[in-house]
């Protein structure tokens, strides 16, 4: 019983974390466009993870950087746990993009 309870602590840890991931490159590409807000990143990525998650994924709160060249947005948040008196494991994921911007052609002689 204790292996099989395991096995599904192990399957709920792997799946906060592939919805965090995903909601953070959800919020990487709602803010690389030209013209996009690059802050805005972090809210389509807590509204990803609180949608996808459905309670696997709980205490999300994310946030997104910009440079000149990049933005990255981190989501953090806790897993389900199964175990009575075991703490929930915290979950960090990141992703990170160059930011879109247009440029003029370079000339070749």
Do not use: N
């Not at 929930?88 to 370079?106: D, H, L, Q, W």
Request: with cysteine.
């Amino acid at each position: 019983m204790f292996t099989i309870l395991a096995c599904m602590q192990l399957c709920l840890l792997f799946f906060a974390q592939s919805v965090a991931l995903a909601a953070a490159q959800e919020g990487v590409r709602a803010a690389r466009p030209h013209g996009a807000s690059h802050a805005s990143g972090a809210g389509v990525a807590k509204r990803y993870a609180e949608q996808t998650a459905g309670g696997f994924l709980t205490s999300i709160s994310t946030a997104s950087t910009s440079d000149a060249a990049t933005v990255r947005v981190t989501v953090r948040g806790r897993s389900l746990s199964l175990v009575p008196f075991l703490p929930s494991v915290e979950i960090s994921e990141e992703a990170a993009g160059a930011i879109e911007r247009f440029t003029t052609p370079r000339r070749t002689t």
